[in-house]
T-cell receptor
Framework: AQTVTQSQPEMSVQEAETVTLSCTYD???????LFWYKQPPSRQMILVIR??????QNATENRFSVNFQKAAKSFSLKISDSQLGDTAMYFC??????????????FGKGTRLSVIA | DVKVTQSSRYLVKRTGEKVFLECVQD?????MFWYRQDPGLGLRLIYF???????EKGDIPEGYSVSREKKERFSLILESASTNQTSMYLC???FGTGLAEQYFGPGTRLTVT
């Protein structure tokens, strides 16, 4: 079974600064995907960024980027130029890929990020 | 835009009642999921479905059942609600293959008294 660990229950960052959220996972699978989801207060969960395990290049989406270390089973999220709207709960998630199709996500327990003005 | 809707944002029920939570998606997604979200525990999978009338148990299926009679609709049923089922319930959907992003509904906060 796969497990996802987010070791930082809460973090805070000053507006315009950079913050890194940690995520490690445990799996024996070789073909999988990793995701970061964001859940703003009282709002819907949305996808921030995703990474295919077979790709060595780290994914980036505007101010969001990941540091994917496959051998270390680490998948951290870096948020640059933090904005007040980045305040949210962030979840790291793992999905095993099979030829039969996609499987459910396995989520970490989340990191609550507060961006301070 | 993909839309996943849930029948209620807030629900209050009494212990022992039968509770139905409805989820509808408009993107012709094959997969649909029900998660439960509790503080400090993250999201835990209750049930999921790969196709109409197909269902698979997740990590915490006890006390719950599901129904998927149409592709766009996935219902979660609490047969006899208990206070330990007070929680936030999130529905999600995705395509069955490819690098499939899950799209989430707004959630239903259920309180069982």
């Amino acid at each position: 079974a796969q497990t996802v660990t987010q070791s930082q229950p809460e973090m805070s960052v000053q507006e315009a600064e950079t913050v890194t959220l940690s995520c490690t996972y445990d799996t024996s699978e070789s073909n999988y995907y990793l995701f970061w989801y964001k859940q703003p207060p009282s709002r819907q969960m949305i996808l921030v960024i995703r990474q295919e395990a077979y790709k060595q290049q780290n994914a980036t989406e505007n101010r969001f980027s990941v540091n994917f270390q496959k051998a270390a089973k680490s998948f951290s999220l870096k948020i640059s130029d933090s904005q007040l709207g980045d305040t949210a709960m962030y979840f790291c998630a793992f999905m095993k890929h099979t030829w039969a199709g996609n499987t459910p996500l396995v989520f970490g327990k989340g990191t609550r990020l507060s961006v301070i003005a | 835009d993909v839309k996943v809707t849930q029948s209620s944002r807030y629900l209050v029920k009494r212990t022992g009642e039968k509770v139905f939570l409805e989820c509808v998606q408009d993107m012709d997604h094959e997969n649909m999921f029900w998660y439960r979200q509790d503080p400090g525990l993250g999201l835990r999978l209750i049930y999921f479905s790969y196709d109409v009338k197909m269902k698979e148990k997740g990590d915490i299926p006890e006390g719950y059942s599901v129904s998927r009679e149409k592709k766009e609709r996935f219902s979660l049923i609490l047969e006899s609600a208990s206070t330990n089922q007070t929680s936030m319930y999130l529905c999600a959907s995705s395509f069955g293959t490819g690098l499939a992003e899950q799209y989430f509904g707004p959630g239903t906060r259920l309180t069982v008294t």
